[in-house]
T-cell receptor, first 110, second 114 residues
């Protein structure tokens, strides 16, 4: 089944403790992207990647890092999480013409 | 850069009634347009997309949308809704030359009542 898999689904962490949210896709897509969803703001793009080793900032990149060492994986790294990064995060991949989204990771930073 | 405005944050509707969700976009270049649906506690699912050609686009679950270039709109419609259509709906736009950069509207919550 074609899908984007994120882990974990839920995560509660403390301020400053580094964490990684993994994302993997099995569709051989070139494009991958991370979004955060906040009430009243819709989805905002954090980072995107056009291919292996090619990444670029989206609209809200501050406080996040990404890497794209393999085509199928695109982890999101929070080196020092802060409470304002509490949000619902989605990974997505696209061949062309529209993204396929993962099920989301609900992150709470206390 | 492109942006999207969804004109209604909440739309209550009775079962079997029609619904229209309004979406306007701004862009200086040609665009691709999308509607996504998010059911409670789930990810986003593509409802339909406009890339080129016919301005009336049909999607899944009986939804359709019409692209209007002069009014820069892409409104979503369904002639008769069901309880199961209760969800949040997002309009999104990308430029046709950079279609990996997808910009979303703030979302419209549709609540269908019996």
């Amino acid at each position: 089944e074609a899908q984007v898999t994120q882990n974990p689904r839920y995560l509660i962490t403390v301020t400053g403790k580094k964490l990684t949210v993994t994302c993997s896709q099995n569709m051989n897509h070139e494009y991958m992207s991370w979004y955060r969803q906040d009430p009243g703001l819709g989805l905002r793009q954090i980072y995107y990647s056009m291919n292996v080793e090619v990444t670029d900032k989206g609209d809200v990149p501050e406080g996040y890092k990404v890497s794209r060492k393999e085509k199928r994986n695109f982890p999101l790294i929070l080196e020092s999480p802060s409470p304002n990064q509490t949000s619902l995060y989605f990974c997505a991949s696209s061949g062309r013409y529209g993204y396929t989204f993962g099920s989301g990771t609900r992150l709470t930073v206390v | 850069a492109q942006s999207v405005t969804q004109l209604d944050s909440q739309v209550p509707v009775f079962e079997e009634a029609p619904v229209e969700l309004r979406c306007n976009y701004s862009s200086s270049v040609s665009v691709y347009l999308f509607w996504y649906v998010q059911y409670p506690n789930q990810g986003l699912q593509l409802l339909l997309k406009y890339l080129s050609g016919s301005t009336l686009v049909k999607g899944i679950n009986g939804f359709e949308a019409e692209f209007n270039k002069s009014q820069t709109s892409f409104h979503l419609r369904k002639p008769s809704v069901h309880i199961s259509d209760t969800a949040e709906y997002f309009c999104a736009v990308s430029s046709s030359s950079n279609d990996y950069k997808l910009s979303f509207g703030a979302g419209t919550t549709v609540t269908v009542r019996a």
